[in-house]
């Protein structure tokens, strides 16, 4: 069952996928990713809008670097919306002559980046003694 062209993410909204009667858990997902490294590990989290979330940690994404994915099997409340939401960690690399990043004055060890069906990504510094910086606080300062 595909996603639509322009999904609400929303709880708030009509949901942008209707499971089917009959449907059983748990519910496999396909997971697409671009600019993530092949290898990462996917977290995807379904959240409903009662009750506990649950959490399916995926295999390793394949493809290529510009396009990957991973299939996840989560078990998710069948009978309410849920909000589904895939997270990846990954080591941040400087590039070619770059050098070092530093958040608030502490180097940058890795990257979050999460993103819910329709909403935008998010992305997270994480810093060697583990203190998370969203990016958008850093642009904000930005000159």
Do not use: H
């Amino acid at each position: 069952m595909s996603t639509p062209a322009t999904p609400a993410g929303s709880v708030l909204a009509a949901p942008d996928v209707l499971l089917p009667v009959g449907t059983t858990n748990p519910l496999a997902v396909v997971v697409t990713a671009s600019s993530v490294p092949i290898g990462t590990t996917v977290q995807l989290t379904a959240t409903p809008q009662n009750g506990n979330r649950t959490t399916a940690s995926c295999a390793l994404l394949d493809g290529s670097q510009a396009s990957s994915s991973i299939t996840a099997n989560i078990s998710i409340a069948l009978t309410q919306t849920n909000i589904l939401t895939a997270s990846a960690v990954f080591p941040l690399v400087a590039s070619a002559g770059e050098g070092p990043i530093y958040a608030e004055g502490e180097a940058v060890k890795w990257v979050r980046v999460a993103s819910t069906l329709g909403g935008p990504a998010t992305v997270t510094y994480i810093t060697a003694t583990g203190k998370e910086i969203p990016a958008t606080a850093l642009a904000s300062r930005a000159p």
